[in-house]
């Protein structure tokens, strides 16, 4: 079954402080995993893709197959960080665009002055 | 920066009703995506269009679901008997002809049905 789990609803830090958000994922295939957000009153956006390997707003998240994991992190975090972060899966690999995307719960960072 | 646009924000309807949700995708995308997310729970995919056809539907998208690609830049998502349960926020998404599957979303639409 296509699962991705995000254990915790909410990750509460000080400003300054580092941050992970875990991502677990249920494929047998080869997963393509996304990491969006979504800032208070705002559209669902791409924050970070395991394709592409880059640091975005300070943000990196690697792949590893042997846990099934996409843990997101940030070694300071800011209080602009603040939103609701959700991991996603798109299987079917890199096969083209239309591969749905299956999403955790959702993770709710609040980053504190 | 070209965005997926929907309307309405906010739709009350009454439980038996039909409604329209309306989005414009991005303008050289050529994937669309319906997805539904109820208060409280996951985001969760509804249906994936294509080439004027629906390339993957889920379990949710019974017979009282449709979709629609009427001109060259709407994508409607039909409910024609709407239930209690289908109150939500229903997202509509477009990706370009690619092999990355990053999808652009609209800002959704609320549907509340009393």
């Known amino acids: 079954a296509q699962r991705v789990t995000q254990p915790e609803k909410l990750l509460s830090v000080f400003k300054g402080a580092p941050v992970e958000l875990k991502c677990n994922y249920s494929?047998?295939?080869?997963?393509?995993l996304f990491w969006y957000v979504q800032y208070s009153r705002q559209r669902l956006q791409l924050l970070l893709r395991h394709i592409s390997r880059e640091s975005i707003k300070g943000f990196t998240a690697d792949l590893n197959k042997g846990e099934t994991s996409f843990h997101l992190k940030k070694p300071f975090a800011q209080e602009e960080d603040s939103a609701m972060y959700y991991c996603a899966l798109s299987a079917g690999g890199f096969s083209g665009g239309y591969n749905k995307l299956i999403f955790g719960a959702g993770t709710r960072l609040a980053v504190h002055p | 920066e070209p965005e997926v646009t929907q309307t309405p924000s906010h739709q009350v309807t009454q439980m038996g009703q039909e409604v329209i949700l309306r989005c414009v995708p991005i303008s050289n995308h050529l994937y669309f995506y319906w997805y539904r997310q109820i208060l409280g729970q996951k985001v969760e995919f509804l249906v994936s269009?294509?080439?004027?056809?629906?390339?993957?539907k889920s379990e949710i998208f019974d017979d009282q679901f449709s979709v629609e690609r009427p001109d060259g830049s709407n994508f409607t998502l039909k409910i024609r008997s709407t239930k209690l349960e289908d109150s939500a926020m229903y997202f509509c998404?477009?990706?370009?002809?690619?092999?990355?599957?990053?999808?652009?979303f609209g800002p959704g639409t609320r549907l509340t049905v009393l």
């Open positions: 494929y047998s295939g080869s997963p393509e």
């Open positions: 998404a477009s990706s370009e002809v690619t092999s990355s599957n990053e999808q652009f």
């Open positions: 269009f294509y080439n004027n056809e629906i390339s993957e």
